[in-house]
């Protein structure tokens, strides 16, 4: 055999086997952890091109005459965190291809891969399986094939549809999700017709011509639901197809986030790419009059502000302008009445959970959020200057509105900057306003791929806490004139504390 392997082939093999597969092992959590923090194309081309290096290097060791045992497990060792950058990229690249519908059948057509490249890593190196022969082949033609699969990922991989002007596939909701649909207060709009928050009731109707019929909801839960004298009546949640023309948008005290610019943008690539798609209703509340009745056969007479799906409002009703297609003009929407501020946005969250082409609202808009929802617990106005006490129940009254376990919320940062007096927290909101556009000093990351803004985290205001609002108005003031980077600003922070 091949010195040093002659004699303790056996021994000094399975020490390469044992030092490939730790590594492969370990460096797989790293590797998956890493994979989410970049460009997947580049990563997977790094790491394929990486691995057809590593194993070409041990082949070398034939044509170079190499028998220091030390170089096969260091190339082994390469080769392990090579290819573990595989595994967790690809999953994640098929995920965001695939939807769950499909997933398990696309899933075992892929995996077809692994036994079939067994096959092709054994057939290929028995042709110089002979001890005469230059077994260094074996290792490096693997390589070139490898290496060139590494190029064709690099100049042909997509790692998202919406990449390419396709639309996402569509995800049903986690089992987690189904829980705080069930433990939320209101029942899925999207899939139920009933609603047992004790708050949404249609209000007392005085039109002569309505009566209020009691009907069970989950079984136990009775809620009124309007019936007019002679015309057919929508109930809560009823899902009717309505012109986009009669969806409008909700006021401040309602809007769960703004309409994001960006997002529309890439929901209407999606929409003009594949207008037919199987898409959630859009949640809409009917505008009535007091003591109005409302009546299916005049729906297309009201107008609906449009509790979920304000996004996929906005880029409708831009493409009828740009476009003829019909298919734009009008939409399914699930209509409800009567609901509090309260109830209104823990629908339209729950909307936002419930659709694949659904907003992930930004860390200064769940910051606005959670400002809106302290001054509605205590009853004040937002235009007050002054910050009203934060309740003990404000973290659970937040949690409960973005249907997630108060422990999930994110650190506290994003309270503490929720509570900044009105001209602070002005400030504050420029700050954000710049860095989603990449315009604050120091910024590396500039304007998002299609679709998403960059967000600026709450924790980089963590060492802002418990510092004296004067001085935190100040520090941001300096970055939003640009004086000051993010980094900067912290370390200020951190420097005052010391003091």
Request: glycine share 8%; proline share 5%.
């Amino acid at each position: 055999g091949w010195p040093p392997f002659g004699d303790y082939a056996r021994t000094l093999l399975g020490s390469l086997d044992y030092s490939w597969l730790f590594t492969y092992a370990v460096a797989l959590y790293f590797s998956g952890w890493i994979g989410d923090r970049v460009n997947l194309r580049y990563f997977l081309t790094f790491g394929t091109i990486g691995s057809g290096v590593s194993a070409g290097l041990l082949g070398v060791a034939y044509f170079a005459d190499i028998h220091h045992f030390s170089y096969f497990v260091v190339f082994q060792i390469m080769g392990g965190i090579m290819q573990s950058t595989g595994w967790p990229s690809l999953l994640a690249v098929m995920t965001n291809w695939f939807g769950k519908q499909r997933r398990g059948f696309i899933l075992g057509l892929w995996t077809v891969n692994t036994p079939l490249g067994s096959i092709l890593g054994t057939v290929i190196p028995s042709f110089w399986a002979d001890a005469e022969s230059p077994w260094g082949w074996s290792f490096i033609l693997p390589a070139f094939i490898t290496i060139g699969y590494g190029i064709i990922i690099f100049l042909f991989l997509s790692t998202d549809p919406q990449h390419v002007g396709l639309p996402p596939p569509v995800h049903h909701l986690s089992g987690d999700k189904k829980e705080l649909f069930k433990s939320g207060g209101v029942t899925n709009p999207l899939t139920e017709a009933t609603n047992d928050i004790g708050e949404v009731t249609v209000e007392d109707l005085t039109d002569p011509d309505c009566k209020e019929l009691k009907t069970e909801a989950n079984g136990d839960t009775e809620i009124p639901k309007p019936q007019c004298k002679d015309q057919k009546s929508l109930s809560l949640s009823d899902t009717t197809i309505l012109p986009v023309s009669c969806l409008v948008e909700l006021p401040p005290s309602r809007l769960l986030s703004p309409v994001d610019e960006m997002f529309v943008e890439s929901l209407k690539v999606a929409m003009k790419a594949n207008p037919s798609a199987d898409v959630a209703p859009i949640v809409g509340l009917v505008v009535l009059e007091e003591g109005q009745c409302f009546q299916e056969s005049k729906k297309e007479s009201y107008q609906y502000e449009t509790l979920g799906g304000n996004n996929s409002r906005t880029a409708l009703q831009a493409l009828m302008k740009e476009d003829d297609n019909p298919i734009f003009r009008s939409r399914l929407v699930s209509v409800y009445q009567g609901l509090s501020d309260e109830a209104a946005l823990r629908l339209a969250a729950k909307h936002n959970l419930a659709t694949s082409l659904h907003h992930e609202m930004t860390t200064w808009e769940k910051v606005r959020m959670y400002r809106a929802l302290l001054f509605s617990l205590t009853g004040r106005a937002e235009d007050d200057s002054s910050v009203p006490e934060k309740p003990k129940k404000w973290r659970d009254y937040c949690a409960s509105i973005l249907m997630q376990p108060v422990r999930a919320l994110d650190d506290a940062c994003m309270f503490f900057l929720a509570g900044l007096p009105k001209e602070t927290f002005s400030v504050a909101e420029q700050v954000f306003d710049l860095y989603s556009m990449g315009e604050i000093k120091g910024q590396t990351a500039k304007r998002g791929s299609l679709g998403k803004k960059l967000d600026l985290k709450g924790s980089n205001f963590k060492h802002a806490r418990g510092l004296n609002v004067t001085v935190v108005h100040e520090l941001l003031c300096e970055v939003a004139a640009n004086e000051k980077s993010v980094a900067e600003m912290t370390a200020e922070c951190i420097k005052v504390k010391r003091l």
